[in-house]
């Protein structure tokens, strides 16, 4: 008995590996091992028995936490945009802009599961929508079956990193940091990851040409009446679009300025970033609207179909993200919002009807009702496992590690790429990251890089053979017997299971390399952050004395001191002359002689130090 008391925090820790292991639910492991072992170590003497009595005013927090209230609202826009639409209409016209390259099918499913992403945070409705929609296009004109399953699968996981992702919610909620800015801190790592996936495809059209074809001419839809493509007309509203993002880009901290009428220096990258890109998506939306009212036929079918589709999901980008990162709204604030513009979308779409609104409701009910429970789980056993010292055992587990802050990050990550094999995101999030992130902070970790850096390396857990959820949503929509296909007439053979795990393989080692370069360079998150503002506490402590001081000898001037003016710049009336030398003082309202200024340091205690 003696050992188990000794032993205990461990001892519970394996305990809860065991419940997982015999295949119980992640929320009633997580409770039931922490009542079991609460129980245990109050009967052992471990803790006293008000742990228990502490647990009520636990789970009343989690109830009275607004920041969770994110994830229901992210949860329902995305199902909103997913069942309204939005996908397809994005895939088929991306589609047909990329098609005529090699690889230009796989480019498209990559930029629109980014745009996704941003939307709907959603993983299943990003792989299940682009499953549907692009694999059995990219079969029927020839595409490699392992590039295709890997890209699609790898598009969707984009949700877990790109804001407004439900991950980064999570980890800001654990690590006590704000989600605005964990958004910030992602948003640079996500779309580098973009950029890592879409040299891969260049890689492969440059060097294996014949897996990633072009589309043929009789598959491109949007034609001109004298046979034309139409890209010189998109391309010149991309540039006009682009020149102005990049003017306002430059140009921000005047329009800062402008709007504040403060002289702001210095503008955020993510800021920048975010409403420079609204601002040229509105300048072609407004070209696009006046060519479309006046008839003035200067856009081609192709730009200004794609005008006109891409401008509803980056209008949801900025009304989320825009809104989060200038300060205007908080995250829930910002889900709120970006679920009734979704909604508004949908019934203006004509896409969205009363059955297919109480799907996504249903859906979001039990999305925030798994995690509510999780949540309750893992505050159960969090809560017994803090009384029985546990944090203190991970800390010297894992401060003792050699390497310092990069080994700790290197045996960290490692853990995280190897529990993913087993569980999902939201499981890591509850029952690892509290406590890895008290013995971050205290080797001088910024939680928000560290947040990113585990957020980045969970996503692994959606692309991991052969477990990985990403790889069994696009199973189960993917062919799993050979059809024909309803545009060639031709006999079109299924994709195995083992085609989509290893088209999974080289997506899963970008995703490494991507949290490799994040430990090797911290501000690739931290330099889109706040700077702190540094405070000297000394500094103000001395403008405090100086400014007593100086009040102490404008009323032993005479100045102010029945005004109670230390400015004054004449003797208040009734005032008495400031005495000789050696003369006694007049009354001053019990001040006397003394220092005021050393009045206070004795009364602080401070003295003259």
């Known amino acids: 008995m003696e050992f188990i008391a000794t032993n205990f925090a461990p001892i519970m820790f394996g305990g809860l590996i065991i419940f997982l292991l015999l295949g119980f639910p992640v929320a009633f492991s997580l409770g039931a091992c922490g009542l079991l072992f609460g129980l245990l170590g109050i009967e052992m003497g471990v803790f006293p ?25 992210f949860t329902l826009m995305g199902l909103i945009m997913e069942r309204s639409g939005m996908a397809e209409d994005l895939l088929d ?15 498209a499913v990559i930029f629109v599961g980014a745009l996704l992403a941003a939307t709907t ?15 059995p296009i990219m079969l029927r004109y020839g595409y490699d079956r392992r590039l295709a399953s890997g890209v699609i699968a790898a598009s969707g996981t984009l949700a877990q990193i790109i ?39 260049v890689i492969l059209a440059i060097f294996k040409p014949q897996s990633v074809p072009a589309l043929p001419p009789e598959a491109r839809v949007y034609r001109e009446d004298d046979g034309g493509w139409g890209y010189t007309s998109l391309a010149v509203v991309m540039a006009i679009s682009t020149a102005a993002s990049i003017f306002l880009a430059t140009h921000m901290a005047d329009v800062h300025t402008w709007w504040t009428g403060t002289e702001v ?5 993510d800021e920048k ?17 006046i ?19 891409l401008i509803p999901p980056l209008l949801l980008i900025f009304l989320v993200l825009g809104t989060i990162f200038l300060g205007i709204a908080t995250p829930t604030e910002g889900g709120a919002m970006g679920a009734m513009a979704a909604l508004v979308l949908g019934f203006a ?3 969205l009807d009363m059955p297919l609104l109480k799907q996504a409701l249903g859906a979001t009910t039990r999305l925030a009702s798994f995690v509510m429970f999780i949540m309750i789980g893992a505050t159960t056993f969090s809560l017994v496992f803090q009384a029985a010292d546990g944090p203190k055992w991970v800390e010297h587990l894992l401060a003792s590690l050699p390497g310092g802050q990069i080994g700790f990050l290197i045996v960290v990550n490692l853990m995280i790429f190897f529990l993913a094999f087993f569980l999902d995101y939201f499981e890591l999030s509850f029952i690892v990251v509290p406590l890895l992130g008290p013995v971050a902070d205290k080797l001088g970790i910024d939680l928000i890089w560290f947040g990113v850096l585990l957020a980045m390396n969970m996503q692994t857990s959606f692309m991991h053979p052969p477990f990985g959820f990403a790889l069994f949503f696009l199973r189960s929509v993917a062919p799993d017997k050979p059809y024909v296909d309803r545009v060639t007439h031709k006999v079109i053979q299924p994709v195995t299971t083992m085609q989509i795990y290893k088209g999974a393989i080289p997506f899963v080692l970008i995703q490494l390399i991507m949290v490799s370069m994040l430990i090797a360079f911290p501000s690739l998150v931290t330099g889109s952050l706040d700077k702190k503002v540094e405070v000297n506490m000394e500094a103000v402590g001395a403008q405090m004395m100086d400014a007593l001081k100086n009040e102490q000898g404008y009323k032993e001037q005479g100045y102010g001191a029945a005004t109670n003016d230390p400015f004054a710049t004449q003797p208040a009336e009734g005032a008495q002359p400031a005495p000789a030398d050696g003369a006694s003082a007049p009354d001053d309202g019990g001040y006397g002689s003394d220092d005021p200024a050393k009045a206070l340091q004795d009364a602080l205690g401070t003295g003259n130090k």
Do not use: H
């Open 273 to 289: 970033v975010v409403t420079a890109m609204c601002g040229g998506t509105f300048i072609a939306f407004v070209i696009a609207s």
């Open 349 to 351: 779409r004509k896409r």
């Open 163 to 201: 804001p407004p992702s439900l991950v980064l919610i999570l980890m800001a909620d654990q690590l006590g940091r704000s989600v605005g800015e964990m958004y910030k801190g992602a948003f640079v790592p996500a779309f580098m990851l973009v950029g890592l996936y879409v040299l891969w495809v």
């Open 291 to 309: 060519n479309r009212v006046l008839k003035l036929g200067l856009l081609s079918r192709l730009a200004e179909r794609v005008t006109f589709v």
């Open 265 to 269: 220096l210095d503008v955020p990258t």
């Open 93 to 107: 016209t991306v589609g047909q802009v990329f098609g005529p390259m090699r690889g230009g099918l796989a480019l």
């Open 121 to 135: 945070g959603v993983v299943a409705a990003s792989v299940i929508s682009m499953g549907l929609i692009s694999l």
């Open 49 to 73: 028995s008000s742990v228990i009595a502490w647990l009520p005013q636990r789970l009343i927090g989690i109830m009275a936490n607004d920041t969770l209230l994110a994830v229901p609202f």
